[in-house]
């Protein structure tokens, strides 16, 4: 077991380009949750999965964002004509069907 | 609706000395609350839970005890170390869902 692992773990984009950050969760773990983390703030919610399901998705920031968990496993978040607001720390975890989450080490993304 | 309220920081310490980080939560149910931490240029690792009321939850020094009474979860450590310097959150989480995560609480230990 290696953890949640997360790539890239930074990315630097220009203003209007599409970018794309993959999650690989813990394995087994059924359920998967994207948050936004910005300097000096905790983390933000933004979607989760269980399994294939994406269960919560009104907490994406804009249109923009979307994710997808294809087959259960890992998941994708991508970020469509980014903006510099979009600049944070990207973070995954997943869970087992309980209540402790277990967190990746996080994208950084710098949008130029 | 659900929202966790921390201590400002930063906190600077000596070390031995003693820790107090306040953390108060609203919440509708009966959430899970937690203490997260993390270390510089590493992800969030779970510090210790508690899942229901007058739960008291413990780990490599720290405590903190679920107070439904006063809607608190304040993390305590006796004596500090240098390696305890590092980012401390407080979240809460409605069982099987999201987390609450405050803003933070950064702790630096001197010598």
């Known amino acids: 077991d290696t953890g949640v692992s997360q790539d890239p773990r930074h990315k630097i984009t220009k203003r209007g380009q599409n970018v794309t950050f993959r999650c690989d969760p813990i394995?087994?773990?059924?359920?998967l949750y994207w948050y936004r983390q910005t300097l000096g703030q905790g983390p933000e919610f933004l979607t989760y999965f269980q399994n294939e399901a994406q269960l919560e998705k009104s907490r994406l920031l804009s249109d923009r964002f979307s994710a997808e968990r294809p087959k259960g496993s890992f998941s994708t978040l991508e970020i469509q004509r980014t903006e510099q607001g979009d600049s944070a720390m990207y973070l995954c975890a997943s869970s087992p069907l309980g209540d402790e989450q277990f967190f990746g080490p996080g994208t950084r993304l710098t949008v130029l | 609706g659900n929202s966790v309220t921390q201590m400002e920081g930063p906190v600077t310490l000596s070390e031995e000395a003693f820790l107090t980080i306040n953390c108060t939560y609203t919440a509708t149910g009966y959430p899970s609350l937690f203490w997260y931490v993390q270390y510089p240029g590493e992800g969030l690792q779970l510090l210790l839970k508690?899942?229901?009321?007058?739960d008291k939850g413990s780990n490599k020094g720290f405590e903190a005890t679920y107070r439904k009474e006063t809607t608190s979860f304040h993390l305590e450590k006796g004596s500090v170390q240098v390696s305890d310097s590092a980012v401390y959150f407080c979240?809460?989480?409605?069982?099987?869902?999201?987390?609450?995560f405050g803003t933070g609480t950064s702790l630096t230990v001197i010598p």
């Open positions: 508690a899942t229901k009321a007058d």
């Open positions: 979240a809460l989480s409605p069982p099987g869902n999201q987390f609450y």
């Open positions: 394995s087994e773990h059924n359920r």
